[in-house]
């Protein structure tokens, strides 16, 4: 079995969660390559895996000759799917939603654009996530689900000790775009430096994604406040390796990971932080309650809501009890809920299934 994932660039979770898959599948004897349209820093994080960047539709039509794939999955650009099929391309097409804001819920609901998907995809596939579901079954009810959670290789991604930091660490993880809202970033960070003198910030950002406009928003804000900037650590396009590092680090620190996001799919940092034993507070975004459970496994605060969030904050830094509680009953949910095998299990099954269901469909023909 051969397969093909596409997306926009190898950035964020997606490029994540391309790289994590096709090892998996790897080990299951399916070959997966890698389509991306744009180049994308990324891209250093991916080995031993076929990968093109190209958006050219001729070098597209001689990949699909050549590779002959079984199935392709399309995540999140529509007008991909009728590329692949005006190339040529008559094999299993999936349709793939990781993440979904004002953006992407406006184009899934655009007439024309639900034309294609209904005239191309064989199924939608998506993680588990009840907004998610919610509208692919009220937009696409004809079209064959697949729900599964994503993957996470915490074989190879977790906690490593090292000398604790002398002050406590707040991490954030994102791109400086609006639906991250790093805004509530820097604010709760302003609001525990008057509470905690020796903080600091970490932010890490893939900075060639950024919105100019966001990026003129967040300087304007450290302009006004020297100590808050002075506090501020921005690390950009960290190699994936070595962020189980950092995570631990804060940890380590007594400090955690805050996800601010207003919309989430998945939220990889947020898995990925409790993997390295870093307690998470969090925005409620969606995907992320697949994660937490609120005092259980780490803590939620309402989007917007610093004064909230300083409370969970001063709690998450203080209570050791209910901190170690977090952080072990966290690590332990994500290594029962989130394995690759598991993963890779349910992708062969849906594949299977389809394949099932096309020879059905030519035999009643």
């Not at 997306?7 to 994590?20: A, D, H, K, Q, V």
């Amino acid at each position: 079995m051969k397969v093909l994932f596409s997306f926009y660039n190898p950035s964020g979770g997606m490029e994540t969660l391309n790289r994590i898959r096709s090892k998996a599948l790897k080990e299951r004897g399916v070959e997966s390559h890698l389509l991306y349209k744009f180049d994308g820093e990324g891209r250093k994080n991916i080995k031993n895996i076929t990968t093109f960047v190209t958006g050219d539709a001729e070098t597209i039509r001689e990949i699909l000759i050549r590779e002959n794939y079984d199935s392709i999955i399309v995540c999140s650009d529509i007008t991909m799917l009728a590329q692949l099929r005006n190339l040529g391309y008559s094999g299993k097409l999936i349709f793939e939603l990781q993440g979904l804001g004002p953006h992407e819920e406006g184009l899934l609901l655009t007439q024309s654009l639900k034309d294609l998907i209904h005239e191309h995809v064989d199924a939608i596939l998506y993680p588990q996530n009840q907004q998610l579901r919610e509208l692919m079954n009220a937009n696409y009810p004809k079209i064959i689900q697949y729900s599964f959670d994503d993957p996470l290789d915490w074989e190879h991604f977790g906690y490593s000790e090292y000398p604790p930091r002398p002050f406590p660490i707040i991490g954030w993880v994102g791109r400086i775009q609006r639906n991250k809202n790093w805004h509530d970033f820097l604010l709760l960070g302003q609001a525990l430096i008057g509470i905690f003198p020796g903080l600091y910030l970490w932010l890490f950002e893939d900075d060639t994604m950024s919105d100019p406009t966001e990026i003129e928003k967040l300087n304007q804000l450290l302009a006004t406040n020297p100590l808050l900037h002075a506090r501020l650590i921005r690390y950009s396009n960290i190699p994936h390796e070595l962020m189980a590092d950092y995570l631990s680090i804060i940890g380590d620190s007594g400090g955690f990971l805050l996800s601010t996001s207003v919309q989430e799919g998945f939220g990889y940092a947020v898995a990925e932080a409790m993997l390295c034993r870093c307690p998470v507070l969090s925005t409620d975004s969606g995907g992320v309650r697949r994660f937490i459970n609120h005092n259980k496994t780490g803590k939620f605060y309402a989007h917007g809501n610093i004064v909230e969030a300083t409370l969970e904050a001063i709690s998450l830094m203080t209570d050791t009890k209910l901190r170690n509680k977090l952080i072990v009953h966290a690590e332990a949910h994500i290594k029962g809920r989130f394995s690759t095998d598991v993963y890779a299990n349910r992708f062969i099954n849906m594949i299977n299934h389809l394949d099932y269901g096309r020879r059905r469909n030519r035999n009643t023909k």
